[in-house]
């Protein structure tokens, strides 16, 4: 495959001191085969077969980006998410790599089970994914899961995503497993008494809506806790989905003091609060809960600030009729692969240009990868072909019919987005191809 005309924005490489331009980049093998300016003179030999050339004038050609946070479901839950339509809004969304949380129905609490997903992802994944395996056996919270042997055998992380491990002992013997297996813990920072029956950020729009509210302080007493056994162990702990602005200034003090601490926020954190909440639609239910003016405005400077690391979409997939079980009832979350760059560029980009997507790059490629461990290369020759084009001033509006995931619990439909992902290349494999861009071939042969 040949990509001419195409804007190179990559933070790796810009940090090296080049600047984006115009390029000519060809694919063979899952690997780059050559970048060259476009008006540069080739020898033919340097293009591969006319019927892969791909027009990529005024699109930008960036590097697959990673999600910590995703839940594919599939198993026991399947009506919901699979590995195959999980990747498949990736792909749609620019990601390249994904992070597959343990809370599946069974969890992955065994080598058996992490067998069983590992078996999924080479059968039907689109793109690369990273399976976590439990901390607990069961979720339950009461005996560990064998650690060390499922870190080795391929385990990226451990989490209890969806529950907290509240028994701090056997939190800080988890932490000092993983340090020792080389791997770290995904926290699910929330104080469950604090929750209580919450399922709205507790303040006005709560109260005026006549429900329960979660206030910010099960994140951050949860959060302040579990510091509290970094610093004994001085293991790594990451954050997920941080939302209020008191667990922010806790994540700065513990980042200030040394400890090994990373976290994550969420787009749809970023963008809305929970005054946006039109009545009751359950597409608006997730945990945490959408927070407050100031938390949100806290989350943008701690990512400027390099408090908060990375972006995750905490991609939760649920069916239709989960969802219209009424807001006290309804299962938290909603998806948000497909329309996580666009929002999050709406959001942190002053404009549209490559400059601005760099920042952007940061949170969503960049960091996630150093919190995985993920040795990363520049977009140059020899490096993996994993990455997107991306159309900057494409514009649409949100509807179902353009949802690659098999639910379709999402706050956004219906807004207008700036931006959409043209192609997604995994390994060099065309792992999506947006349909109207099927004019971009320079030839039918390949489209």
């Not at 293009?47 to 026991?76: A, K, S, Y």
């Not at 980042?255 to 976290?263: E, F, Q, R, S, Y």
Request: aromatic share 6%; proline share 5%.
């Amino acid at each position: 495959m040949l990509i001419k005309n195409v804007t190179i924005i990559d933070p790796l490489l810009l940090s090296k001191g080049k600047q984006a331009q115009a390029y000519d980049v060809s694919v063979d093998g899952g690997n780059i085969a050559s970048i060259l300016p476009s008006n540069a003179q080739r020898d033919s030999q340097d293009d591969p077969n006319e019927g892969m050339v791909f027009d990529g004038q005024g699109l930008w050609l960036m590097p697959g980006m990673i999600d910590l946070h995703t839940h594919l479901r599939d198993f026991g839950q399947s009506h919901k998410e699979d590995v195959s339509t999980g990747t498949q809004a990736a792909a749609q969304g620019g990601f390249t790599t994904v992070v597959a949380m343990a809370n599946t129905v069974p969890p992955i609490d065994s080598k058996a089970m992490l067998e069983r997903m590992q078996s999924k992802i080479r059968e039907k994944a689109l793109v690369e994914v990273l399976p976590l395996a439990t901390v607990t056996k069961g979720m339950a919270g009461k005996e560990l899961t064998e650690i060390a042997t499922l870190a080795q055998a391929g385990a990226a992380g451990f989490s209890d995503d969806g529950l907290p491990v509240t028994n701090l002992a056997l939190l800080r013997r988890a932490l000092l497993e993983a340090r020792a297996a080389g791997t770290f813990i995904v926290s699910h920072p929330e104080d469950k008494d604090l929750s209580g029956t919450g399922v709205m950020h507790e303040g006005m729009c709560c109260a005026l809506k006549g429900l329960a509210g979660v206030p910010a302080a099960s994140e951050a007493a949860c959060i302040a806790r579990e510091i509290e056994v970094v610093r004994a162990t001085g293991a790594h702990l990451h954050f997920a989905h941080v939302s209020a602005r008191a667990s922010v200034k806790l994540i700065e003090r513990a980042k200030a003091d040394g400890l090994p601490v990373t976290a994550d926020t969420t787009p749809h954190h970023l963008v809305l609060t929970a005054s946006d909440i039109p009545g009751y639609n359950t597409n608006y239910k997730m945990n945490p809960p959408l927070r407050d003016e100031h938390d949100r405005e806290a989350l943008i400077e701690g990512l400027q600030t390099g408090v908060i690391d990375a972006i995750a979409t905490d991609h939760a997939p649920h069916s239709r009729d989960e969802k219209a079980q009424g807001f006290n009832l309804a299962p938290c979350g909603i998806i948000g692969l497909e329309t996580a760059f666009s929002l999050c560029f709406e959001k942190l980009a002053a404009r549209t240009t490559p400059q601005e997507a760099l920042k952007v790059l940061d949170y969503l490629h960049v960091n996630p990868g150093k919190i995985l461990g993920i040795a990363q290369q520049p977009l140059q020759v020899g490096s993996r072909a994993n990455f997107s084009l991306f159309d900057p001033m494409a514009t649409y509006k949100l509807d179902t019919d353009q949802i690659s995931s098999k639910s379709k619990n999402s706050p956004f439909l219906g807004r207008g987005l700036k931006g959409r992902f043209i192609l997604t290349l995994v390994r060099g494999k065309l792992a999506y191809q947006y349909e109207p861009a099927q004019h971009r071939w320079l030839t039918a042969q390949f489209a």
